[in-house]
């Protein structure tokens, strides 16, 4: 496994491949990954011949007052687990590299991102879209793989690539969980014991709608109140927002038809968590 | 010559010529080709083994009280020009295949867009950027080849390909012109004769701003002036702008230093039109 820090490299390298006539996967991530990342790339390299992974914190996506200074960082333990998931080169840039002098160029997107996280984290998705456009380029990967506790970005990536002609495969993956079913997330270190213990009614507040949706409840104000109750029944957790939405367009439903993306975050004292279910049928 | 109207078709041609090796060029139009088009796919040819044209009146570049609805039509005449200049392959789609139903992404850029045609035509660039992003991801070109008459555009193009590291080279061509200087441009079919006689000020005004720096005038609002000055003695002429700019960031200059952006847009009756030329030394 190589670590490159310039895009010439990847390039250079993803070109020997092509010419070799191999298939290349693609994982996007900031780094400091834990065994969602470790589940993406073991798909990726179960799909393709060779899977890139790109390690950046990006500091177009973060808000002036959100948490990139710190955004925890373990290279040493991201490239273990990157060699041993199966990836074959990590794109390890700075910020240089990725944003140079008089940069001014972004991806938008109108509708899809002005609702769930797009509402608290404006120009989150502005950054999202303009990275992940860049990286595609970069890396011109067959496919690419986004774990589903991000479910928006999902849906947003999804919707870039059909609008802008890219030329690949977006595959979303199933979150991986903690034991008591907390989404795995780099940001989960930031939990202190007692947050970390509070942070358990997110998944809960969603078990609970869940249960809703199979008991046959179809009305969605009904379902939001109930997950919005159960998280303010915790004293540590704030909601941000819980929301049904339609999977593909992201607006709001009154009445839940499948596929509908069920929707939460909190913050749990400084740290902010999402989590998510698809309902089905 | 092929002509097809749809994405899949342009990829499994692009992908059929790409296994066997062969590079493309591509010159992107909205149709009712004249020289300076035939001239871009003549350098195509030349410089590629297969060339792609399209013809696509993007509503997206166009503002409300614009002149899509009157944008001139010739797709005969298109097609012979193609062929006897050596394209393979003409795409020419409806706006249903380049703009599906929920279309929401778009490519934006600060800056370069706010300034010359950008100020008298808001929102021209985004979408210009947004249908030369997909276009490029639907023919993925080695080569794309730009008029230097529309200079903007392809200092725009050229800082949208650097900061989204899209993988190929942009190839600006010099502008082809009537006899009498006129930048030869789809819209000159609408001047009446005697329009079309008074639009030779525009040319004239440039020459007149390239002779003063030959003779060694540098202070931009002295040249600038007397461009306006020279397109305010013809009566059927209104100016836009006159300015001189920056080459790279297109950021208005007090002096002139070489590589420098002299551009000029005139309305003459309702038909509004550009020039421009880049001082060198």
Same mark, same amino acid.
Request: net charge negative; proline share 4%.
């Given at each position: 496994?190589?670590?490159?820090?310039?895009?010439?490299?990847?390039?250079?390298?993803?070109?020997?491949?092509?010419?070799?006539?191999?298939?290349?996967?693609?994982?996007?991530?900031?780094?400091?990954?834990?065994?969602?990342?470790?589940?993406?790339?073991?798909?990726? %390299?179960? #799909?393709? /011949? $060779?899977?890139?992974?790109?390690?950046?914190?990006?500091? &177009?996506? *973060?808000?002036?007052?959100?948490?990139?200074?710190?955004?925890?960082? %373990?290279? #040493?333990? /991201? $490239?273990?687990?990157?060699?041993?998931?199966?990836?074959? &080169?990590? *794109?390890?840039?700075?910020?240089?590299?990725?944003?140079?002098?008089?940069?001014?160029?972004?991806?938008?997107?109108?509708?899809?991102?002005?609702?769930?996280?797009?509402?608290?984290?404006?120009?989150?998705?502005?950054?999202?879209?303009?990275?992940?456009?860049?990286?595609?380029?970069?890396?011109?990967?067959?496919?690419?793989?986004?774990?589903?506790?991000?479910?928006?970005?999902?849906?947003?990536?999804?919707?870039?690539?059909?609008?802008?002609?890219?030329?690949?495969?977006?595959?979303?993956?199933?979150?991986?969980?903690?034991?008591?079913?907390?989404?795995?997330?780099?940001?989960?270190?930031?939990?202190?014991?007692?947050?970390?213990?509070?942070?358990?009614?997110?998944?809960?507040?969603?078990?609970?709608?869940?249960?809703?949706?199979?008991?046959?409840?179809?009305?969605?104000?009904?379902?939001?109140?109930?997950?919005?109750?159960?998280?303010?029944?915790?004293?540590?957790?704030?909601?941000?927002?819980?929301?049904?939405?339609?999977?593909?367009?992201?607006?709001?439903?009154?009445?839940?038809?499948?596929?509908?993306?069920?929707?939460?975050?909190?913050?749990?004292?400084?740290?902010?968590?999402?989590?998510?279910?698809?309902?089905?049928?």
């Amino acid at each position: 496994m190589k670590i490159v820090k310039t895009i010439q490299e990847v390039r250079e390298q993803v070109r020997t491949w092509r010419t070799e006539g191999l298939t290349v996967g693609f994982v996007p991530t900031m780094g400091y990954l834990h065994e969602g990342h470790q589940s993406l790339i073991l798909r990726a %390299d179960g #799909e393709n /011949d $060779r899977v890139v992974v790109s390690i950046f914190i990006n500091p &177009l996506q *973060f808000g002036e007052k959100e948490d990139i200074e710190s955004y925890p960082v %373990d290279l #040493e333990r /991201d $490239r273990e687990i990157c060699a041993s998931a199966g990836a074959d &080169l990590i *794109f390890h840039p700075d910020s240089q590299e990725m944003y140079g002098r008089d940069f001014c160029s972004f991806v938008d997107m109108d509708g899809l991102t002005e609702t769930l996280c797009g509402k608290s984290r404006p120009g989150h998705f502005r950054g999202v879209c303009t990275v992940v456009m860049k990286l595609f380029n970069i890396v011109k990967p067959d496919r690419a793989y986004f774990g589903q506790k991000d479910a928006q970005q999902i849906a947003v990536i999804q919707r870039m690539v059909r609008d802008l002609n890219l030329d690949l495969q977006i595959v979303p993956c199933e979150t991986v969980r903690e034991a008591d079913g907390l989404a795995k997330s780099s940001r989960n270190v930031r939990l202190n014991p007692e947050e970390r213990k509070a942070s358990n009614i997110l998944h809960e507040a969603l078990l609970l709608a869940e249960k809703s949706l199979d008991a046959g409840v179809r009305a969605s104000d009904e379902i939001e109140r109930a997950i919005r109750d159960t998280i303010q029944g915790e004293k540590l957790a704030r909601l941000d927002y819980a929301e049904i939405v339609d999977l593909q367009t992201l607006k709001p439903v009154e009445v839940i038809r499948a596929p509908a993306l069920v929707a939460a975050a909190v913050y749990i004292g400084n740290t902010r968590l999402i989590d998510n279910f698809i309902y089905r049928n």
